[in-house]
């Protein structure tokens, strides 16, 4: 009898889901936008490569992307503002490089890495009584980037396999916005948070190379009772 053993090949990914910000990146406590970043749960996407040296351990390698909303309502009733107008998401990327742990035949996995992100803050415009007030969108400012996460991997056919994750991912860059108050234009403050995220995940992969392998499980052979009284 034939399974579908669990891969020591090389193996290439996509997954979506949803980030969830965390810390400061998610807080509402604070009227200075630049200490508290009232983002919203988004949407992520990820392309994943590993390769793997042994049945236990491997190289990964790993794009991150994110996009997170506002919480307007929340943000509202601490800035004291009449409406505001979220004009662009938060927007984060990264691309991470690190260690691997797997064995062959137990489908959960862990890994590591770190490497370099990029960051945007949300476009506002805020509008009350004494006129409007325009936080641009920052240009991307890059800096370090982590991530540390668990999945699990479930072969469903020779080379394809579903994934699931959970990944906590920390890109450390300090972005500064352009400020237009009444149409008089200066630079706004620098952001003093991380952007950090719990980001949970389902996708595909595929398996390639040849040490890929399926794994054959004999049948106990029956002694025969013919001729046996």
């Known amino acids: 009898m034939q399974g579908f053993a669990q891969p020591t090949a090389d193996y290439l990914g996509i997954g979506f889901g949803f980030g969830t910000p ?3 990146f998610a807080a509402t406590n604070s009227d200075n936008y630049d200490k508290a970043g009232f983002a919203n749960t988004g949407g992520t996407f990820n392309i994943n490569y590993v390769h793997k040296f042994n049945e236990w351990f491997g190289l990964a390698a790993s794009t ?3 996009s997170n909303g506002v919480k307007t309502g929340r943000l509202l009733d ?3 503002e009449n409406y505001v107008d979220v004009r662009s998401n938060s927007n984060a990327s990264s691309l991470l490089v690190g260690g691997y742990f797997k064995q062959s035949d137990f489908p959960i996995y862990a890994k590591a890495m770190i490497g370099f992100g990029a960051v945007q803050t949300a476009g506002m415009r805020f509008y009350d009584n004494s006129g409007e007030v325009t936080f641009e969108q920052s240009d991307p400012t890059f800096g370090f980037a982590y991530s540390v996460g668990v999945g699990a991997f479930f072969p469903i056919a020779y080379r394809w396999a579903l994934t699931a994750s959970v990944d906590f991912v920390s890109i450390i860059a300090k972005p500064s916005v352009t400020v237009i ?10 952001f003093s948070y991380n952007q950090n995220f719990i980001n949970g995940q389902v996708g595909i992969g595929y398996m390639f190379g040849p040490r890929y392998h399926r794994r054959v499980v004999k049948r106990p052979v029956q002694e025969s009772r013919r001729g046996q009284y």
């Open 22 to 24: 965390v810390g400061a």
């Open 64 to 66: 991150f992307s994110a």
């Open 78 to 80: 601490v800035s004291g």
């Open 181 to 190: 108050d009444n149409g008089n234009v200066y630079q706004g403050p620098t």
